[in-house]
């Protein structure tokens, strides 16, 4: 477990390493190369409207050792927010030390907080058994619905 942790909102200064995770979690679960240029682009955007989510980053002495997104979805039905979790890494040589449980505590507290959050929110890769694990030792647990998406 990691305990000199400190979980803040990232800001520009650590969009180079926000870029660097992104390109490498997609790579870890999809196997997917991402632009630089447009992963840059896209968390500039993030991180303007923390009205529609949040990045999250985890640091120890100085370095950011993991980061979160966050999106918010009203739900009408219970009248408050979804907080979708959502770019989850933790940089490899730092996995296994409770830093994404660091992360989750502090999406929740935030939520909790906020008075209007209902519930906290991720998606997985279906095959991804190792993060599966990680959510259920959370207490989280698997959802009724599948998601459908069509790409624009």
Same mark, same amino acid.
């Given at each position: 477990?990691?305990? @000199?942790?400190?979980? +803040?909102?990232?800001? #520009?200064?650590?969009? %180079?390493?926000?870029? /660097?995770?992104?390109?490498?979690?997609?790579?870890?679960?999809?196997? /997917? +190369?991402?632009? %630089?240029?447009?992963?840059? *682009?896209?968390?500039? !955007?993030?991180?303007?409207?923390?009205?529609?989510? !949040?990045?999250?980053?985890? @640091?120890?002495?100085?370095?950011?050792?993991?980061?979160?997104?966050?999106?918010?979805?009203?739900?009408?039905?219970?009248?408050?927010?979804?907080?979708? =979790?959502?770019?989850?890494?933790?940089? %490899?040589?730092? !996995?296994? /030390?409770?830093?994404? +449980?660091? #992360?989750?505590?502090?999406?929740?507290?935030?939520?909790?907080?906020?008075?209007?959050?209902? +519930?906290? !929110?991720?998606?997985?890769?279906?095959?991804?058994?190792?993060? =599966?694990?990680?959510?259920? /030792?959370?207490?989280?647990?698997? *959802?009724?619905?599948?998601?459908? @998406?069509?790409?624009?």
């Amino acid at each position: 477990m990691v305990t @000199e942790l400190c979980i +803040r909102d990232a800001t #520009l200064k650590d969009l %180079p390493v926000l870029v /660097r995770f992104n390109a490498a979690l997609a790579w870890d679960t999809e196997q /997917r +190369r991402l632009s %630089p240029q447009t992963l840059s *682009a896209g968390i500039t !955007r993030a991180l303007a409207a923390p009205e529609l989510c !949040r990045y999250y980053v985890a @640091e120890v002495d100085g370095k950011v050792i993991g980061q979160t997104m966050v999106t918010f979805e009203v739900t009408d039905w219970e009248d408050g927010l979804v907080h979708w =979790i959502q770019s989850v890494f933790v940089d %490899p040589e730092h !996995r296994g /030390r409770g830093v994404f +449980r660091q #992360l989750y505590q502090h999406v929740v507290n935030t939520a909790t907080a906020a008075g209007d959050g209902r +519930r906290v !929110r991720l998606y997985v890769e279906k095959d991804n058994d190792t993060a =599966i694990a990680t959510y259920k /030792r959370l207490g989280m647990h698997q *959802a009724h619905f599948h998601i459908y @998406e069509t790409k624009l």
